[in-house]
């Protein structure tokens, strides 16, 4: 799905070192297809030992932070293990965007590759991000990938660097498949010539 503009409401997990495997536990990687791993998201910090009831300390299901499609966290967001299932339980959750001080790199580029746009800061423009979610009632961010600016519901303006590469396939709403699928005329003249080649004809 093509992304540029979002306004969303913000999940803030002000959390240093948050892994893959606290994302999404192993136990929960067995599934073929990419969809369903949101319901696992965060596992143990979300559900109680019999895995249905919500803890009350961790409100990502529950009043102002339901249906948040933007997530604030802290330094090497994303590190551990490389697991791609992060980032697939992350957007089928509903997250859009990540903005973060820092990522591990593995998971920042499976990120971009499933189409979720995660967003380096500075820390002190992050820690001021998670003082004015603090302070609002219902705290939202408007992220702009065209123009590369974000800007929160209490006033803060930030600029953020994006990889123009992935900028554009993530404007366009296109991953690696759908990038090479664009040169299926020249794949295909390639594979008839390199035939021609090899048979000698």
Same mark, same amino acid.
């Given at each position: ?67 948040? +499609?933007? @997530? ?5 967001? #994303?590190?551990?293990?490389? %697991? ?27 990120? @971009? ?6 967003? %380096? ?24 990938? #065209?123009?590369?600016? @974000?800007?929160?519901? +209490? #006033? ?8 123009? !590469? ?6 366009? #709403? ?15 003249? !390639? ?11």
């Amino acid at each position: 799905m093509a992304f540029n503009h979002l306004e969303g409401k913000v999940f803030p997990l002000n959390r240093d070192n948050v892994d893959t495997d606290q994302i999404i536990p192993k136990q929960f990687l067995k599934r073929i297809e990419r969809k369903g791993f949101g319901q696992f998201l965060f596992y143990h910090w979300r559900f109680e030992d019999d895995g249905k009831t919500l803890k009350q300390d961790f409100q990502l299901d529950t009043g102002k932070y339901s249906d948040s +499609e933007i @997530l604030l966290g802290g330094k090497n967001f #994303g590190c551990g293990s490389s %697991r791609e299932h992060a980032p697939w339980s992350l957007q089928d959750f509903g997250f859009k965007v990540i903005i973060a001080k820092s990522y591990a790199d593995i998971f920042y580029n499976n990120c @971009l590759k499933n189409g979720i746009l995660p967003i %380096r800061l500075p820390e002190d423009t992050v820690d001021a991000l998670f003082k004015n979610e603090k302070k609002a009632d219902l705290y939202k961010i408007e992220v702009s990938l #065209g123009s590369q600016m @974000l800007c929160d519901s +209490e #006033g803060l303006i930030a600029s953020f660097e994006v990889d123009p !590469y992935w900028k554009t396939m993530l404007m366009k #709403g296109l991953d690696e498949i759908d990038l090479t699928l664009q040169y299926g005329g020249k794949i295909e003249q !390639y594979e008839k010539q390199n035939e021609v080649n090899v048979l000698g004809i």
